[in-house]
T-cell receptor, first 112, second 113 residues
Framework: GEDVEQSLFLSVREGDSSVINCTYT??????LYWYKQEPGAGLQLLTY?????DMKQDQRLTVLLNKKDKHLSLRIADTQTGDSAIYFC????????????FGTGTQLKVEL | DVKVTQSSRYLVKRTGEKVFLECVQD?????MFWYRQDPGLGLRLIYF???????EKGDIPEGYSVSREKKERFSLILESASTNQTSMYLC????????????FGPGTRLTVT
C-alpha cells in the first residue's frame, strides 16, 4: 500500500529558508500536495504539483519533485514567525479515486 | 470561498455514549471525507463518500459509521464512544476532477472520559 513519510520537527531562525521533506512509496502518484495547519485550525492547501512537473514556484514557496527517488520537498524562503505550523504532504495516486494519503506532518518552529 | 463547517469545535463525552459529528459544505462537492488526527500519526481516513447515500470505508473504520442523506452534509457516528476515540476529527470535501484538492473544516476536538 501507499505510505507517505515526513520528519516530525524542524526548527529554523526567522529570515532563513526552511526545507520540509517528504517521501512517498507509490510511483503512480498523479498529484502531490502541501497543506498547512495552524494551531487550532483545519488544513489549508498551500500548493500542489502534478507528477509530470519537477518544480513549481509560488512567491516564497518552491516545490521540488524527484520522481526517481519518490521525494517531494517544500522550500519556504525568508521564513517568518507566521509560518510556524504543521505542514502535511499528501499524494493522490492512480486508482485511488478521490482519496488522498497524508504524511505524518512536520511541525515547523520559527525562532527569532 | 469554499466553506466546510463542523458542528462543534470541542466536545466532551462519556464512555459508551453515542456521538454525532456533523459536517456541512456549501460548494456542492460530490466527495466528503472524515479523518482523525493524532500526534505523530498524521491524518488517517475513517470513511468517505462520493455521492449521496454512498459510503466507503477508509483505513480505520472500526468503531465508526457515517451517514450522507443530503449532498451537503456528512455525519460521523460513534455508536459507543471509547477513550481511544479521543482525538481531533477533521471533515473535508472535494469535487470530482480538477486537482482533487480537499477543503477542510476547522476540526472537532473530541474527548471521551
Amino acid at each position: 500500500g501507499e505510505d507517505v513519510e515526513q520528519s516530525l520537527f524542524l526548527s529554523v531562525r526567522e529570515g532563513d529558508s526552511s526545507v520540509i521533506n517528504c517521501t512517498y512509496t507509490d510511483s503512480s502518484s498523479t498529484y502531490l500536495y502541501w497543506y498547512k495547519q495552524e494551531p487550532g485550525a483545519g488544513l489549508q492547501l498551500l500548493t500542489y504539483i502534478f507528477s509530470n512537473m519537477d518544480m513549481k514556484q509560488d512567491q516564497r514557496l518552491t516545490v521540488l519533485l524527484n520522481k526517481k527517488d519518490k521525494h517531494l520537498s517544500l522550500r519556504i524562503a525568508d521564513t517568518q514567525t507566521g509560518d510556524s505550523a504543521i505542514y502535511f504532504c499528501a499524494e493522490r495516486f492512480t486508482g485511488g479515486g478521490n482519496k488522498l494519503t497524508f504524511g505524518t506532518g512536520t511541525q515547523l518552529k520559527v525562532e527569532l | 470561498d469554499v466553506k466546510v463547517t463542523q458542528s462543534s469545535r470541542y466536545l466532551v463525552k462519556r464512555t459508551g455514549e453515542k456521538v454525532f459529528l456533523e459536517c456541512v459544505q456549501d460548494m456542492d462537492h460530490e466527495n466528503m471525507f472524515w479523518y482523525r488526527q493524532d500526534p505523530g500519526l498524521g491524518l488517517r481516513l475513517i470513511y468517505f463518500s462520493y455521492d449521496v447515500k454512498m459510503k466507503e470505508k477508509g483505513d480505520i473504520p472500526e468503531g465508526y459509521s457515517v451517514s450522507r442523506e443530503k449532498k451537503e452534509r456528512f455525519s460521523l457516528i460513534l455508536e459507543s464512544a471509547s477513550t481511544n476515540q479521543t482525538s481531533m476529527y477533521l471533515c473535508a470535501s472535494s469535487s470530482d476532477g480538477d486537482s482533487y484538492e480537499q477543503y477542510f473544516g476547522p476540526g472537532t476536538r473530541l474527548t471521551v472520559t
